[in-house]
């Protein structure tokens, strides 16, 4: 009897080990055959090149650590630097990434065509943990009735009707600048994000584009703190895009805190105009007496109005994207082309008789504009260098499919650079030049290629032709008025970071002085 108690009691105390050895041996099997699992599936992947990756955990703490540094978009340009036009990234799957201008193009377009590609899970779960379930996060017939229900507002036709407005905002931003220059510097990053905000807010929800006039159907416009909720929310799908998990905003963690903290602001900025949007369609009216005539013609009434499939969940979602889709992308973008400018004074001077040759013809209107195509040039050069959103979604294959002659197995993810394809020295000779001339020439293959920075095929940016309407009129009043030049020189364009999309970290200085 003693002997059996003795051998229980041996047990029990051996029994914590046995345990721990069988749940390593298992965690062991595991890996071990997940490993083995992954290097079968995607063998064909293995011949191209790699960034130098952790034996366990790939190349993940390299992309935790750039995103925490606001630098991923830089990582991935130097990784194409280094490693050429295609390779591949190991973060728990295969991440392949492309730099090359019209292998991205086809493969956007005829992938996502034949159905070969599509958003990956983690992407639209990223982009719909944002706020709620928004266009960018839909795929299919979901994404088919929300595309369809904006495509007029945004286009080229839609848009003319706002000439007016855009034009105001943009000379706001000139008697600003008349008022401090010279000789004081001024950081025009921050003057372009109003001005973009401005206009998008007018544009979507009635705003009025003058800080001065009052808006009675919700709280009023505080660009700076809506532009940090924003970037808190946009920083969050970053961090969830690139391996962070959905689950942990509920952690009492700073990063948890100040998500709920940007989104309940954003909510609450934009409910009242929601709510009211959305009692004019039960009602059937377009003129209650509480309601201005810019919030009547505001999208947000138009969309609600025409599509009934829109609640208010949904609505409150899509209208945050548009104001973070419609501020940063333009905004930064004009930053760097005002600083190009600057550096190359050729571009400056030619630049500037197009515009007072414009202005004879009887200054700045919707005609005028469809001529100032070397401004038009200016942006998509500068677009070229500094891809602001340089691919900020991603597709999955979902069959096996070929790129480039390569076997792509299915399951791969595909991402790439626009940074470094703005650079392939085989579609743009003298890739480091700002040669705005590029754009025009019919004589070279180049001016056929696409703007990719806008993407490619059905999914093209929704914002395209409000993004060159906006940058063409800001630009063409500031070639007007002033003559500048950039405070930081050059570093001001290479020193560079990221919350969503790429910015100037030094807000880009410049000082400004009158024409005479």
């Known amino acids: 009897m003693f002997q059996k108690i003795a051998a229980q009691i041996a047990f029990s105390d051996s029994f914590p080990y046995l345990v721990t050895v069988s749940g390593v041996t298992c965690i062991a099997v595991i890996l071990g055959w997940r490993w083995w699992k992954q290097k079968n599936t995607y063998k064909s992947l293995h011949s191209l090149p790699s960034p130098p990756r952790h ?15 606001k630098k991923y978009f830089q990582l991935l340009f130097d990784w194409s630097q280094q490693l050429g036009p295609m390779y591949i990234l190991w973060t728990g799957y295969p991440v392949l990434v492309l730099s090359k201008p019209k292998v991205i193009e086809d493969t956007i377009i005829n992938g996502m065509r034949d159905g070969s590609l599509v958003r990956t899970q983690r992407t639209s779960k990223a982009w719909n943990d944002i706020s709620g379930p928004i266009l960018l996060g839909q795929n299919g017939d979901e994404w088919q009735w929300r595309r369809k229900a904006w495509n007029l507002e945004f286009s080229s036709s839609g848009l003319s009707k706002y000439v007016e407005m855009i034009s105001q905002a943009c000379e706001q931003v000139i008697e600003r600048l008349k008022e401090t220059a010279p000789p004081k510097e001024v950081q025009v990053d921050p003057l372009f994000v109003e001005l973009t905000m401005r206009v998008i807010s007018c544009l979507v929800l009635g705003i009025p584009v003058d800080k001065n006039s009052a808006s009675h159907e919700g709280p009023p416009l505080e660009v ?24 942990m905003k509920y952690l009492p963690t700073k990063n948890s805190r100040d998500y709920w903290a940007a989104r309940r602001y954003l909510e609450e900025f934009i409910t009242p105009r929601v709510d009211l949007a959305l009692q004019m369609r039960e ?13 009547q013609e505001s999208m947000l009434v ?20 548009l104001l973070i889709a419609g501020t940063d992308t333009t905004a930064h973008t004009l930053s760097f ?14 630049a500037q008789a197009v515009v007072d040759q414009a202005w004879h013809q009887g200054g700045i209107n919707t005609e005028i504009l469809k001529e100032l195509t070397y401004l038009r040039a200016i942006v998509k050069e500068t677009l070229r260098l500094y891809s602001v959103a340089s691919g900020s979604t991603s597709l999955e294959a979902q069959r096996d499919i070929v790129i480039e002659g ?41 001016s056929s290629l696409p703007m990719i920075d806008f993407g490619s095929g059905s999914h093209r940016c929704l914002g395209e032709h409000l993004s060159m309407l906006e940058a063409t009129m800001m630009l063409a009043l500031l070639l007007r008025y002033f003559d500048w030049e950039l405070v930081n020189g050059r570093s001001s364009v290479q020193q560079l970071q990221q919350n969503l999309l790429i910015y100037p970290s030094d807000r880009m200085p410049m000082r400004f002085s009158l024409r005479k």
């Open 406 to 446: 390569k076997l792509i197995p299915r399951g791969t993810k595909v991402f790439w650079s626009m940074l470094a394809a703005g650079r392939d020295p085989e579609i743009y000779p003298h890739p480091e030049e700002f040669l705005p001339e590029r754009w025009l020439d019919k004589s070279k293959e180049i």
């Open 283 to 295: 009602q059937n009216k377009t003129d209650l007496a509480q309601v201005s005539p810019l919030f």
């Open 302 to 321: 138009k969309i609600a109005a025409k599509e009934p499939k829109y609640n208010r969940e949904t609505l409150i979602a899509e209208v945050i994207e």
């Open 224 to 247: 700076l703190k809506v532009y940090e909720a924003m970037a808190t929310v946009g920083y969050r799908f970053l961090r969830v895009a690139t391996g962070e998990k959905r689950w």
């Open 337 to 350: 082309a005002v600083a190009e400018l600057s550096l190359n004074q050729r571009v400056f001077q030619q």
């Open 55 to 69: 034996w366990l955990l790939g190349n993940i703490p390299q992309v935790l650590a750039a995103v925490k540094q």
